[in-house]
C-alpha cells in the first residue's frame, strides 16, 4: 500500500469536527500517519498523535470543507 503523505508534509487535522489544526506528518504507513501539531498542548510540549490518512487533509480549505458538512449534517438531523 503506498502512503499519500511523506515524512515532514504539512497537514491539517479536523479536532472535535469543529476545529482545524495544522500538522507535520512525522510517520507514514499502513494507512495511518503519526502527525505532530504545530502548536503546544500545554502541557510538556507538542503534542502527536496516530490517524488513517482518510483523517487529515492537505489544505486547510479542505479542513474547512469538512466542518461545513458536519455542521450541515448536524443542522439536518435535529429536523428530524
Known sequence: MVSKYKEGDKVYFV?????????????????????????NNGNDGPSGIRVRESKVYRT?????????????????SRKL
Open 60 to 76: 486547510e480549505e479542505e479542513a474547512n470543507n469538512v466542518i461545513q458538512m458536519n455542521k450541515a449534517r448536524q443542522v439536518n
Open 15 to 39: 479536532s472535535s469536527s469543529v476545529f482545524v489544526k495544522e500538522a507535520t506528518v512525522i510517520r507514514s504507513g499502513g494507512g495511518f500517519v503519526t502527525i505532530k501539531f504545530a502548536t
